[in-house]
């Protein structure tokens, strides 16, 4: 999708949300069919352990969303995305430094509320509170493109 159809203000904008997004979706969601079977073997846990903790963060993302999406509607756009990125840090961090099965499940509890304020349906809702209505078809399509593979 060409940017230059988007106000001027948004057209380094919309790139810089998709390439959050790809980083965000590929760690925060498909990463773990990546590190799954390793993040068991290192704390000697059951795979089905390991998916739990993952579960539950799906959950807490379903969760969440709709107070994210409150929050973006009250006009805190940048604090909502922003906490999503220091979320996934913090859960990134204790990911990496867990020691047994309650740290992995606190690690991705903090990582799905990352992934509920700071993923699509965020990102969606920043952008229809901030692209002028005339742009946001064309603002959707242009941050949906390059993580879509097209």
């Not at 969440?64 to 906490?83: E, F, K, M, N, T």
């Not at 606190?106 to 005339?134: E, N, Q």
Request: some cysteine.
């Amino acid at each position: 999708m060409n940017t230059r159809t988007l106000p001027a203000s948004w057209r380094w904008r919309i790139p810089a949300l998709g390439i959050a997004q790809i980083i965000a979706w590929g760690s925060m969601f498909y990463a773990i069919a990546v590190m799954a079977g390793d993040i068991a073997s290192e704390l000697g846990l059951a795979s089905s352990t390991v998916f739990g903790a993952y579960s539950l963060s799906l959950v807490i993302s379903g969760l969440v969303a709709p107070l994210s999406g409150r929050l973006i509607d009250a006009g805190h756009c940048r604090a909502v995305l922003g906490g999503s990125s220091l979320l996934g840090a913090v859960g990134f961090a204790l990911l990496a430094t867990t020691d047994g099965s309650g740290m992995l499940f606190l690690a991705w509890a903090i990582l799905g509320l990352a992934m509920g304020t700071g993923l699509y349906d965020a990102a969606f809702g920043v952008l229809h509170r901030t692209v002028p209505a005339a742009g946001y078809r064309r603002a959707l399509a242009a941050l949906r493109a390059p993580s879509s593979g097209r």
